[in-house]
């Protein structure tokens, strides 16, 4: 085993149009055994605009917007108003020879979405069941 147990990380309430930063997690600051990388999961859960819009999550290597995507999903259309919960997996395979890797997970909303929230978890890909 890497590290002695997942990383986990829950971001603060934030509204999001642009492109914005939900959650950021610790550094794991360990390589992966098995050679296979960092899984990276979640749910961005948000009350979505007074009009239908869409939704898309990214996780990004490193801290903030700026940093290479390991994950992006589909256009997510999110009814008016309503509250969404959207799950995301992520393999980060360049951990695995890197050895120390941060992940944001980033939303970006077609109208503005409010009450957004993230939560994280990173686990050496060996390890999944």
Same mark, same amino acid.
């Given at each position: 085993?890497?590290?002695?147990?997942?990383?986990?990380?829950? !971001? #603060?309430? %934030?509204? *999001?149009? =642009?492109?914005?930063?939900?959650?950021?997690?610790?550094?794991? =600051? #360990?390589?992966?055994? !098995?050679?296979?990388g960092n899984v990276i999961s979640g749910?961005?859960? *948000?009350?979505?605009?007074?009009?239908?819009?869409?939704?898309?999550?990214?996780?990004?290597? !490193?801290?903030g917007t700026g940093g290479t995507t390991?994950?992006?999903?589909?256009?997510? %259309?999110?009814? =008016?108003?309503?509250? +969404? =919960?959207?799950?995301?997996?992520?393999?980060?395979?360049?951990?695995?020879?890197?050895?120390?890797?941060?992940?944001?997970?980033? #939303?970006?909303?077609?109208?503005?979405?409010?009450?957004?929230? +993230?939560?994280?978890?990173?686990?050496?890909?060996?390890?999944?069941?």
């Amino acid at each position: 085993m890497s590290y002695s147990a997942p990383i986990t990380a829950v !971001g #603060a309430s %934030t509204g *999001f149009t =642009a492109e914005t930063a939900m959650v950021t997690t610790p550094v794991v =600051a #360990a390589t992966p055994t !098995g050679g296979q990388g960092n899984v990276i999961s979640g749910v961005l859960t *948000f009350t979505g605009n007074a009009s239908a819009s869409t939704v898309t999550v990214k996780v990004r290597q !490193g801290s903030g917007t700026g940093g290479t995507t390991v994950y992006t999903s589909p256009a997510i %259309t999110v009814a =008016a108003a309503a509250v +969404a =919960a959207i799950p995301f997996v992520a393999l980060d395979s360049s951990a695995a020879s890197t050895g120390v890797a941060q992940y944001t997970v980033t #939303a970006t909303a077609s109208l503005a979405a409010t009450a957004g929230v +993230a939560s994280v978890l990173v686990q050496n890909a060996a390890e999944q069941d």
